[in-house]
């Protein structure tokens, strides 16, 4: 067995042994998303930290436990907090996590994030579900040795998040009168937030939000051959599209302001998964 599937096998066995059944769907939480959490009913936490062979994010607003519980009713895996590539990880490490829940059987995997808005319609505050993507980072989850196991060689890349999902995704923000916008996330490897020039540059080749995560979370799924959906806060204007500098502090604070209907949004569309 390859040293990569020994230390997953080993990590997804120590998640069996401390919850009693392994749900379909998984959800991956990004920056603030705390409000989301206090919706998990019989939460058992796992911390990332006694986890065999994972590593631990370094983030601020970023926890980093898996819970296992239910969203009205729906069984749901939950990872409050992710690794980032920026944080010196290799993508192979941040996406260990989904390959455990490969290995236990996840089905569905619902990813989140933050990001900022180079589509010059969307505003501070609205979502974006992914309709595809752009992996700017220069580096891709599945590179090294394919363990045949585990998916092939060269997955297909055509539909990445499925479309029954975004249909699901685009009722419930109907009923609920949320602003739901879809589009092409484009991903950068960060820390720096981008230059005004790269969002031109971001813009002309299609992208319609820009961020530093979720892109390789969602490769290693579809390689894994899970159906996967990603939903972006658009937490700010990208750097150039409004005068204002960029900050954390602001990521944070709108992704609190709008904490409410994230959390009503993803309960409703988890439940009906
Ligand atoms: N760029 C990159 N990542 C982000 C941004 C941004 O403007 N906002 C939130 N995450």
Sequence with gaps: MHVYKQQITEAADFIRSRVSSIPEVALVLGSGSGGFVSQIDNA?????????????????????SFIFGTIKGKPVMV??????????????????PIRIMQLLGVKVLVLTNAAGGVNTLYTEGCFMMLRDHINFTGRNPLIGPNDETLGTRFPDMSCVYDPELRAKARAIAEKQNIPLYEGVYMQFYGPSFETPAEIVMARTMGADAVGMSTVPEAIVARH????????????????????????????IEVGQRVEAQFTNFLSDFIAGI
């Design 44 to 64: 058992v936490r796992i911390p990332y930290s006694e986890v065999p062979n994972m590593r631990v994010s370094t983030v601020k607003g970023h926890d980093g």
């Design 79 to 96: 990872m409050s907090g992710r690794l980032h590539m920026y944080e010196g990880y290799e993508p192979k490490e941040i996406t260990f």
């Design 224 to 251: 894994a051959g899970m159906r996967v959906f990603a939903l972006s806060t658009i937490t700010n204007k990208a750097a150039g599209v409004s005068k204002n500098p960029l900050s954390h502090a602001e990521v």
